[in-house]
Nanobody, 122 residues
């Protein structure tokens, strides 16, 4: 599976962005998909995950209620709608794919996109 993330940019605090992650491969629909982020000098951290059928979702406490993850298996794409953005959301956002497991652990994800930069100004 190859992943291509897009949609990052510069936004003011309180604004919104929608990230997209397009995947190649016919097995996309079998993967748990996740979004992670990495700020300068920090480790990559979990943001959100969605199960292969889109029924199950999971969010970090820091984004719960502000971000929404979704997927369209017909388009091989997963999305992250980010609302009420804060300066502390500034990071490079990565999408990942985990085969046959429901997880939020970085090490469990088998494939990664190249990342897209989100900058939130105060």
């Amino acid at each position: 599976v190859q992943l291509q993330a897009s949609g990052g940019g510069l936004v003011q605090a309180g604004g919104s962005l929608r990230l997209s992650c397009a995947a190649s491969g016919r097995t996309f629909r079998t993967y748990t998909m996740g979004w992670f982020r990495q700020a300068p000098g920090k480790e990559r951290e979990f943001v959100a995950a969605i199960s292969w059928a889109g029924v199950g979702t999971d969010y970090s406490d820091s984004v719960k209620g502000r971000f929404t993850i979704s997927r369209d298996n017909a388009k091989n794409t997963v999305y992250l709608q980010m609302n009420s953005l804060k300066p502390e959301d500034t990071a490079i956002y990565y999408c990942g794919a985990a085969a046959s497991r429901w997880t939020r652990t970085v090490a469990d994800f088998d494939f990664w996109g190249q990342g897209t930069l989100v900058t939130v100004s105060s």
